[in-house]
């Protein structure tokens, strides 16, 4: 077994800021200024990334330097009904050359079920390739039974928005780090009647634990019993219940945990933790008309004195399925997407996992746009992306990864509406999910 280990960030830029929302549907990456086509080849990639936020560029600018290739880009919505489509897209006779997944338990699914090419050999004989390759160290690739399916285009750091005036009219001040002990008394400062300090609680378990936090005995049971999971719970509990946080019910009924940047634009919320889709939003002041300044923190230590995890992971995984019937085109267009993806998609909130000539600074002025300095708090986000304490884990264990997904967020859900106890979380998270590891180790 690999062993977990965390990425450095000076080897590759912060970033990939989460999936984006919104319907299915072909880009006009092949209709795109510069782009080639004619006769010849024809990929097709599908992602989550909005074509115009950096994918129609990117299959451009490929384009024009390959103009006997036109690459076709579909949309699909990262949901459990998107994945479900492009699984069945996959399977079936849709063509596909090259898709990304956005969590590796996807790849790992994909992968074990013969819907993602071995490129281990590919990816070994690719020098700038190198810290994505199965021995790398820091590991900066997920490993599947030994061999590697995909490529992290990006990475995707949760962070910590934070309102300024909210900020400036409690007279509080923020350093580059805190505690999730900080993090609740900031919250309870800027509650207010109507406004909740914060949209939601702060993990404990991921950031205390680390890579393969869900998971015992080399991944032979799960982890739930691990006394930092119910104390996630109970602080999100505590903080509900005082009005700190916004209750469970209102998240759900607004599914305000795809869309969380309503609220916190909007002001109802003070504070809102989340991965840099969010970033959009801000910049989108049309869309999201606000007038006041963002500032970023990294998310909360549980522990005093110790550096947590980021809740965050690399990201934009990249893999080539098997059915293509133009593999050695579609492992140009990857490796292509990876040394150009921080030209053209940090604009959509995506940040480079291989930065190249890019710098930290042209980066972060790429995200935050020329708008930055009525929009942000410029200082306070190169800490928060790329600071120090952005620590990434990368897992190993990926068993029944997408069926304990699914029912821990149902159990979460019940417990946060008040239909299950803490305990009975304890209990039922530990039985469904060794149920489920044994039967996918059947």
Not at 201 to 217: E, I, M, Q, V
Not at 370 to 391: E, R
Request: a negative charge; glycine letters at 10%.
């Amino acid at each position: 077994m690999v062993e977990p280990t965390t990425i450095s960030r000076r080897r590759m830029l912060g970033g990939a800021l989460a999936t984006a929302a919104g319907a299915a549907g072909l880009s006009g990456c092949n209709l795109a200024k510069g782009g080639g086509g004619g006769s010849g080849t024809t990929l097709n990639v599908w992602g989550g990334v909005p074509n115009e936020t950096g994918p129609d560029d990117l299959c451009a600018a490929f384009m024009s330097e390959h103009p006997d290739i036109k690459v076709t880009y579909t949309r699909y919505v990262n949901d459990d009904d998107g994945n479900i489509k492009l699984d069945t897209a996959l399977s079936g006779g849709v063509p596909i050359d090259i898709y990304f997944s956005y969590a590796p338990q996807r790849v790992a699914q994909r992968a074990h079920n013969g819907l993602a090419l071995d490129l281990t050999d590919k990816i070994n004989a690719e020098k700038d390739l190198a810290p994505f390759t199965a021995d790398a160290s820091p590991q900066g690739n997920f490993v599947f039974d030994g061999k590697l399916h995909c490529l992290p285009a990006a990475l995707a750091p949760v962070t910590v928005y934070v309102n300024k005036s909210m900020l400036d009219d409690a007279g509080i001040k923020l350093g580059d780090n805190w505690t999730v002990d900080g993090f609740v008394d900031v919250a309870t400062e800027l509650t207010r009647k109507g406004r909740f300090g914060t949209l939601n609680s702060p993990s404990l378990a991921r950031p205390a634990l680390g890579p393969d936090y869900r998971y015992t005995d080399g991944g032979k049971a799960s982890n739930f019993a691990d006394p930092w999971f119910s104390k996630e719970l109970e602080l999100a509990l505590k903080l509900q219940k005082s009005k700190i946080a916004m209750d469970q019910q209102t998240i759900i009924a607004e599914k305000l945990d795809v869309f969380s940047q309503a609220p916190f634009i909007a002001g109802r919320v003070a504070m809102l933790i989340s991965s840099g889709q969010i970033i959009r939003s801000i910049n989108d002041t049309k869309g999201y008309p606000h007038d006041f300044v963002t500032v970023g923190m990294p998310i909360p230590s549980p522990e005093k004195g110790k550096q947590g995890w980021n809740t965050g992971s690399i990201g934009d995984l990249m893999a080539i399925s098997p059915k293509s019937k133009h593999q050695d085109e579609a492992w140009e267009l990857t490796k292509f997407w990876m040394r150009n993806a921080g030209k053209y998609m940090v604009k959509g909130g995506r940040l480079p996992s291989m930065p190249g000539s890019t710098s930290e600074d042209d980066v972060l002025k790429q995200l935050l746009t020329d708008k930055a300095d009525t929009l942000y708090d410029v200082p306070s986000w190169k800490n928060a992306l790329l600071g120090p304490a952005v620590k990434y884990p990368v897992d190993t264990i990926f068993t029944a990864g997408t069926e304990i997904d699914l029912l821990i967020k149902d159990l979460n859900d019940e417990t946060l509406l008040g239909d299950r106890t803490v305990k009975s979380w304890v209990s039922q998270a530990v039985k469904q999910s060794d149920a489920a590891i044994k039967k996918a180790g059947a």
